[in-house]
């Protein structure tokens, strides 16, 4: 008989206090005892650790950043420092959906890398496309519609987020170390590596709830046009050097 698969959640904490017990609190109904939850602390300067670590749940474990390191570098930290099967990636200030572990246990493991869809907390409707309006939704159908997922990553049109994604522990060496020039959007580069390596699969089910607040790290506010243009920038050159991992992979 195969082992169960365990479970490593990813999670990057920054003066987080408000909202991290209840994500926490989440997250450990889902879990089963083998599983983990990595949490690195990028340099807070209030009682997120305290929150944390009132919790007392074995399966936690907190790991203390001297200096602040932007939350880019230290999500990967915390994925560098996950031992189990399956990493999944948690924001501080969410809520996870009762049947998201089972979810993206299956798409993960069947796929590589998988991406799901998500709720806005409180009204549990979906996120609205920055361009059109509608409903941002991933469908299962176009999981390996490589070139038009592309597209839609450097046009801004893609409903990829860190929070709602789940990464298959043998593909982490194409996935870090994150580049150099990566200075935002780590959800985007791992699903630029996903969708260059034809691993990615997209989840329909919601899996988290999303807690829109002024601190949030991600803005929903549109940006000016030199901010955009340099994330454009980033993002091609994301894809070029994913598309290098993958030859030498």
């Not at 889902?30 to 983990?36: I, K, N, R, S, W």
């Not at 997120?48 to 602040?68: E, G």
């Not at 361009?131 to 159908?141: E, K, M, Q």
């Not at 260059?196 to 002024?214: D, K, N, W």
């Amino acid at each position: 008989m195969s082992e169960p698969v365990s479970v490593s959640v990813c999670m990057a904490t920054y003066n987080g206090q408000a909202y991290v017990e209840a994500q926490l609190t989440s997250i450990l109904d889902e879990l089963t005892p083998h599983d983990e939850v990595i949490i690195v602390d990028d340099a807070s300067s209030d009682g997120t650790v305290a929150a944390v670590q009132a919790l007392s749940d074995p399966r936690v474990r907190v790991i203390r950043q001297a200096a602040n390191r932007g939350y880019v570098h230290t999500f990967e930290a915390a994925m560098l420092a996950a031992t189990n099967d399956v990493l999944f990636l948690a924001d501080q200030d969410d809520e996870w959906v009762p049947g998201r572990r089972a979810a993206l246990v299956e798409a993960a493991q069947e796929a590589g890398v998988a991406a799901s869809n998500l709720l806005l907390l409180g009204t549990d409707e979906p996120l609205r496309s920055p361009l059109t309006g509608r409903p941002w939704l991933l469908r299962a159908a176009t999981s390996r519609h490589r070139v038009r997922n592309e597209l839609r990553i450097l046009a801004g049109s893609a409903p990829y987020f860190g929070c709602a994604m789940a990464i298959r522990r043998d593909l982490l060496p194409l996935v870090t170390p994150f580049p150099d020039f990566l200075t935002e959007s780590h959800d985007l580069w791992i699903a630029t590596v996903a969708n260059a390596h034809g691993v990615l699969r997209h989840v329909e089910q919601p899996t988290v709830r999303r807690r829109i607040h002024s601190t949030n790290a991600s803005s929903e506010k549109p940006r000016g046009v030199r901010a955009a243009l340099r994330s454009r920038w980033m993002l091609m050159r994301a894809w070029r050097e994913a598309q290098r991992r993958v030859q030498t992979a």
